[in-house]
Nanobody, 120 residues
């Protein structure tokens, strides 16, 4: 059974960098054929795939966000992280980490999500 849990700040000021960590249990993030992604949900855009890191360490990003997005991992801790720079008000959303068989496709296991609000 795979479990994922997001952690990080709930409030971020405009122009700062948001950093979120996903801690995975039940399976290694290096397991063949799986991808580990970040998805966010906001009232205006609904679910938006942000990017993912694959089992080999390759990264994939939503073209609309790739200039501000960086995903990395720490295999010793079985964690992967999201960094979103230069945040603005529209970045306020519930952020989820999830596992999938394709970096941009369906994700079958999700974390509970964490609310992030950009405010001054």
């Amino acid at each position: 059974q795979v479990q994922l849990k997001e952690s990080g700040p709930g409030l971020v000021k405009p122009s700062q960098t948001l950093s979120l960590t996903c801690t995975v249990s039940g399976d290694a993030i290096t397991t063949d054929d799986y991808y580990w992604g970040w998805i966010r949900q906001s009232p205006g855009k609904g679910l938006e795939w942000m990017g993912a890191i694959g089992y080999s360490g390759s990264t994939y990003y939503n073209p609309s966000l790739d200039s501000r997005t960086s995903i990395s991992r720490d295999t010793s801790k079985n964690q992967f992280t999201l960094q979103l720079s230069s945040v603005r008000l529209e970045d306020s959303a519930v952020y989820y980490c999830a596992r999938g068989l394709d970096y941009g496709g369906e994700y079958d296991y999700w974390g509970q999500g964490t609310q992030v609000t950009v405010t001054s």
